[in-house]
């Protein structure tokens, strides 16, 4: 997956900020039950992945990606995706390009790329350009 620019309406952005300034923060969780109830937690550490820098996770069911944009350590906007739901969007092994809706207002555009390979977990793999 490639974050590659935020699209965030002024009115959501912290004063003198712009939606170039604001810097991805990605949480991988787990759906898991709980005494009958589904939860989701995070099993691994905070990812910071840069603008336009590939990054991949691998596709389990019950996965989420949690996309928050932040302004120096201030939460601005935030999406939360099942994995299975990005890769629907993938066409047969190319690069496909996507925008993810952020609450409260605003999106993402973002580049992804399905790979299966025999043998593997399906992954959503760094891509190259």
């Not at 604001?22 to 709980?34: H, Y």
């Not at 690069?95 to 790329?113: F, M, Y």
Request: proline share 6%; charged share 25%.
């Amino acid at each position: 997956l490639k974050l590659l620019r935020a699209d965030v309406p002024s009115e959501q952005l912290p004063g003198g900020c712009s939606a170039t300034d604001l810097l991805p923060a990605v949480n991988v969780k787990e759906k898991i039950e709980v005494n009958g109830e589904s939860r989701l937690v995070q099993k691994r550490k905070t990812i910071y992945p840069e603008w336009e820098k590939c990054w991949d996770t691998a596709v389990t069911e019950g996965r989420i990606l949690q996309i928050v944009l932040m302004h120096n350590q201030t939460p601005v906007v935030e999406a939360t995706m099942r994995l299975e739901d990005i890769i629907s969007k993938c066409k047969n092994d190319s690069i496909t390009h996507i925008w993810i809706n952020t609450k409260p207002a605003g999106r993402i555009l973002a580049q992804t790329r399905h790979l299966k390979q025999a043998g593997w977990f399906p992954r959503i793999l760094p891509i190259t350009l």
